[in-house]
């Protein structure tokens, strides 16, 4: 069963997903991060590149070496190259979700943003899977 994680109070969401790819690249973990358009997979794919610490290769499905990249960053949902983690970027939950063994939700800070995070919590919840929960605010260092 699919593994649901939140982090919520996340104040530079950017961030976040480029501090939890670090994480999963060292455990040898290959994600996806799913957006909601073209324009935040430039932008995502932009900042991952940029980052002064640490590699973090992002590329699309639609690019020839999307198999063989540790980091996707779509918003289209067909040919997933792989299923091992999946960040949700996006409202409502990601149709495919359970194919993937760790799912993490990305919560900001907004009341809009958290209402949208409560419905796919019910929804995952309501399903019988089992969450974790990550106040960020308190976290401190990135989880």
Do not use: C
């Amino acid at each position: 069963m699919t593994r649901v994680e939140f982090f919520f109070n996340v104040r530079d969401k950017q961030q976040k997903i480029a501090d939890l790819s670090e994480k999963f690249l060292s455990k040898g973990l290959k994600l996806m991060v799913f957006v909601s358009n073209a324009e935040v997979v430039a932008a995502t794919q932009n900042y991952l590149w940029q980052q002064p610490t640490s590699f973090l290769p992002s590329l699309s499905l639609s690019d020839e070496l999307a198999n063989v990249t540790p980091i996707i960053v779509d918003y289209q949902r067909d040919h997933l190259v792989h299923d091992e983690v999946l960040i949700n970027f996006q409202h409502p939950h990601p149709p495919f979700f359970s194919r993937f063994k760790r799912l993490v939700e990305i919560v900001g800070i907004d009341e809009a943003d958290k209402d949208q995070a409560r419905m796919r919590y019910k929804f995952y919840r309501d399903r019988g899977y089992q969450i974790t929960v990550v106040d960020d605010s308190k976290a401190g260092v990135s989880q």
